[in-house]
Structures are given as structure tokens and as C-alpha cells.
């Protein structure tokens, strides 16, 4: 339609100007001493419209000739933006695929490009860090620092690879850069949390851990376990100082002190540091929130004196649980160190009716062996050396079982891939 206008403008422009041109009839005049020049005033303007088509032609060849290096340098440039940014996709995507030695020569061809040479960098960073290149992996960090445009992401990245190669230090180094620009958010968090751990900064991990409960990052199960980790590493290192011990279980949040596994270990260790009264009172707590058995056997083991004191609890518990075999062996062997020897036998022996476990079978022969009946108490004794092994080697292979688990899952996950 365009093409068709214009043939059609053209052709009604030289139909004008052929009407004009033969009604026309000057002449121009050139007087240049000793010459004089006459010709027709449609010559002259023909020939005045081809001089200007030459001299505009003429002007065009030279600007052209003029740009032509900077034209050539913006088709180099263009090129290399195209080819570069090609280069970044078939990095990325290579990375997500997996093939990392491909990867990394990807980010190597992205980085004629400076505009994305840092982005290529990291990209570069994270593929020889699966390949466990970490020579190679901090260079490529190395350059990615030239770029100022990507330092939070290239810091979060040098954080979380030092953390996952167990290199914590550096990794907290640029956790607290990263702080220090503002940067907060919750891979931030997951970052130094697992740094933290590595080093063992447990009061800083319990920070982290509740930080990232309270923002749902975190499963309640692995808050659970992170929370008891660093409990018990706190109280281990305050386990020769029965003072220091006590105040560090104490300032554990009573919501947390309810949680078994918490509570047993602060209960151990304050049994061993020679505060049975204290750890009475923290399996008290506890079962109070969290009716468990191997409360009650702490509870039955705590050095707390008077024992009747704490037979006359149980006995409270039992209107509670009148058919708790934990319970009763509890019972049964606090009334044993108080030297009720009927009721603890009586007590042990209702246990062992309902569930049979090493624990009654060693509190009947520790009680037969009290009330000189040799016999009774040999019986005993193997019936709990058969029921502890037999435990023993169930929680030995199921321990292997875990181990198998964990290292074939390590193997397919952060072995080196090309």
C-alpha cells in the first residue's frame, strides 16, 4: 500500500513538473567576463537538482566514512552482548541440569560482557564448588568482586559455600559484611545459623533458631533438634561448676525445659554435679508437660534426699497411671533405695507382669541380691544382661541403618558431577 502511494505521488510530481517545464520558457544568463553562458531555465534547473544530488550523495560518503569505527566498534559491542548473554543462559541452565564443567566454561565465554561478568562469576563460583574445585571456586569469587553491582549476592554466595565446604569463619566473616550492608533476610539467617553451628557458637545458634521459628523458616522438628543440640552443649560446658550448671539450666525458657529430651540431659548432668534436688524438680517439670518413660527412669535415678519425698509424688502419679509399667518400676526402685523391700518388690514385680523390660529384671535382682536370695537374683541378672544386649544390638543396627542412609544421601548429593 506504501509503495503503491509513493508510485503514485511520484507520477502526479512528474506530470507537474513536465507541465511547467513546457510552459516555461526563460532563459539564464552566466556572464563571467570574457565569457557569457545561455541556456534554458528547465536546463538549468535539471542541472541544479543533479548537482545537488551529487553533492548530498558525496556528503553521504563522507559522514559514512567519517562513522565507519564507530559503527564497526557498536557491532563488535552488540556482538559481544549477544554473544555474552547467550553465553550466562547456557550457564544457568547448565548449572540446573547439573553439568557443571560445562557450566563453569559457559560463565568463562560470558565474561567478555563487564555488565554481567559478575553474575557469570558466581555462576562460575557455584559450578567448580559442586565440582569441589575450591582453589578455582574463590577465584572465580575473586573476580566476581570487581563488579559492585552484585556484592550482597556475591557475598551470600561466598557465605554459603565457605559454610558448605565447613570453612566457618570465612563464611561468618561475610555474614557480618553482609549485616553490616543491611542485608537480613532469612537465607542470611540460614547462612550463619549453619556457621555458627559449625563452630560452635551455641548461644548464637539458639538466637537463629528462634529468629527463624518465629518466621516459619525453619520445620518444628529441626527446631526441636537444633534447640536440643545447643542446650546440651551449654550445660556440657558448665558441667564441672554445679553453680553455673544450675543458673544454665535455668535460663533455658520453661517452655523449652518441658521438651524430654532437654530435660533429661539437664537432669543427667545435674545428677552427676551432685544436684539431685535440682534434677528432681527439672523431671518434675517436665512430666508434668510430657508423660515419657525415660523421665521416670532419670526420676527413679536422681540423688535427691529425702527419698520418700519423692516416692510419695509417684504415688500421687499413680492414681494417674495405675497401669504405667514405667511408672511402677519408678516406684519399685525408689522404694528399693529406701529400703522398702516388700513394696519394691511388689511394685517391680507388677511392672515386669505388664511389660517386660532389662531395667525391672536388673531393680528385682539388685533387690534379691539385698534380701540374700542368690538364686532369684542370678535369674535376674541374665534376664537383664539378654534384655539390654538384645537392646543394644537393636539400636546399634539401627543406628547403621541411619548411617547407610545418610552417606549414600551425601554421595548423590555433593559428590563431584562433570
Not at 567576463?33 to 531555465?41: K, N, T, V
Not at 541544479?48 to 559503527?71: C, G, N, S, Y
Not at 544457568?92 to 553474575?119: C, V, W
Request: aromatic share 6%.
Amino acid at each position: 500500500m506504501r509503495a503503491l502511494f509513493w508510485a503514485v505521488l511520484l507520477a502526479v510530481l512528474a506530470g507537474a513538473a513536465a507541465l511547467v517545464a513546457r510552459e516555461s520558457g526563460g532563459n539564464v544568463v552566466f556572464v563571467v567576463p570574457p565569457l557569457r553562458i545561455d541556456m534554458g531555465l528547465n536546463l538549468f534547473l535539471l542541472i541544479t537538482f543533479v548537482l545537488f544530488l551529487l553533492v548530498f550523495w558525496a556528503a553521504r560518503i563522507v559522514q559514512k566514512a567519517v562513522d565507519f569505527p564507530a559503527r564497526v566498534a557498536a557491532y563488535r559491542q552488540r556482538r559481544n552482548e549477544i554473544g555474552s548473554s547467550r553465553a550466562l543462559r547456557e550457564a544457568l541452565r547448565a548449572l540446573f541440569e547439573g553439568r557443571f564443567a560445562r557450566a563453569e566454561r559457559a560463565a568463562q565465554a560470558a565474561q567478555r560482557l563487564r555488565e554481567i561478568a559478575g553474575l557469570a562469576a558466581l555462576v562460575g563460583a557455584r559450578a567448580a564448588h559442586r565440582m569441589r574445585e575450591h582453589a578455582r571456586r574463590d577465584e572465580w569469587l575473586a573476580r566476581a568482586a570487581d563488579d559492585r553491582s552484585v556484592d550482597t549476592a556475591r557475598l551470600a554466595t561466598s557465605a554459603e559455600l565457605w559454610t558448605d565446604s565447613r570453612e566457618a569463619q570465612r563464611a561468618l566473616d561475610a555474614v557480618v559484611d553482609l549485616q553490616a550492608g543491611g542485608a537480613r533476610h532469612i537465607q542470611v539467617a540460614r547462612i550463619a545459623l549453619a556457621a555458627h553451628l559449625q563452630v560452635g557458637r551455641w548461644t548464637e545458634v539458639l538466637k537463629l533458631v528462634r529468629l527463624l521459628a518465629k518466621r516459619r523458616a525453619l520445620h518444628d522438628a529441626a527446631v526441636r533438634r537444633l534447640k536440643m543440640l545447643a542446650y546440651r552443649e551449654l550445660l556440657h560446658d558448665k558441667r564441672h561448676e554445679a553453680t553455673a550448671l544450675i543458673e544454665t539450666f535455668e535460663a533455658i525458657p520453661l517452655e523449652d525445659r518441658r521438651q524430654v529430651e532437654i530435660a533429661l540431659e539437664g537432669a543427667r548432668l545435674l545428677n552427676l554435679a551432685g544436684r539431685g534436688r535440682a534434677a528432681a524438680d527439672a523431671l518434675e517439670v517436665a512430666l508434668e508437660a510430657n508423660w515419657d518413660e525415660r523421665l521416670l527412669d532419670e526420676y527413679a535415678r536422681a540423688q535427691a534426699l529425702p527419698v520418700r519425698e519423692r516416692l510419695e509424688r509417684a504415688t500421687v502419679w499413680l492414681q494417674f497411671h495405675p497401669q504405667d509399667a514405667a511408672l511402677l518400676r519408678c516406684l519399685g526402685q525408689l522404694c528399693l533405695r529406701d529400703q522398702l523391700w516388700g513394696k519394691a518388690r511388689t511394685y517391680l514385680q507388677e511392672s515386669l507382669r505388664l511389660r517386660v523390660h532389662p531395667a525391672t529384671s536388673l531393680a528385682l535382682a539388685r533387690l534379691a541380691e539385698q534380701t540374700d536370695q542368690q538364686g532369684e537374683a542370678v535369674v535376674h541378672f541374665r534376664e537383664a544382661a539378654l534384655g539390654f544386649a538384645k537392646l543394644t544390638q537393636d539400636a546399634s543396627a539401627d543406628a547403621q541403618r541411619g548411617a547407610a542412609r545418610i552417606a549414600a544421601r551425601d554421595a548423590a548429593t555433593t559428590g563431584p558431577v562433570a
